[in-house]
């Protein structure tokens, strides 16, 4: 399974704003940079991010991105909601009953799938949901002021 793109910006979006120094917000632009990625497309991200509770965002000079809870209380599992909808793939009846008659057998066949299915979706969402976000950063990674930082001189951060 491959995590889309912008769930991998989201997971760093979080994690930068985690290790932003004084929990000061930052901007989209400074995040875009920093990610190597455009304005406009990590503004979707961010979107998502804020409707989804897990960021803020604060309008004006000062304003920018911020968390809204401690990163030690954000999951991976809450990030890949935000972005992601899990949902089970839709058995249908059509392929199989073009080739198989109507019978207890089949219905009891497709019924199996769809709850190995659901019981797969059931360990996913719980495995992603194991992982705090804190764990992926440095024990006692220092701030880091994003807005003034040579990413590509630094080695990109603390994580």
Request: charged residues 25%.
């Amino acid at each position: 399974m491959k995590m889309n793109r912008s769930t991998e910006q989201a997971v760093f979006v979080v994690l930068m704003l985690a290790l932003q120094e004084g929990q000061r917000p930052v901007t989209s632009t400074v995040l875009a940079r920093g990610l190597g990625t455009s304005d406009s497309y990590l503004k979707k991200v961010l979107r998502t991010l804020t409707t989804s509770g897990l960021i803020a965002a604060a309008a004006g000079r000062e304003g920018g991105f911020t968390l809204t809870r401690p990163i030690e209380t954000i999951t991976l599992g809450d990030v890949f909601d935000a972005m992601e909808r899990v949902e089970l793939p839709n058995t249908t009846r059509d392929l199989a009953s073009r080739l198989f008659p109507p019978s207890r057998h089949l219905d009891e066949a497709i019924a199996r799938v769809d709850d190995a299915f659901a019981q797969a979706s059931t360990a996913f969402v719980a495995g992603l949901a194991a992982l705090p976000l804190s764990e992926l950063l440095e024990p006692d990674a220092a701030g880091v002021d994003w807005a003034n930082r040579d990413v590509e001189a630094s080695g990109r951060g603390d994580i």
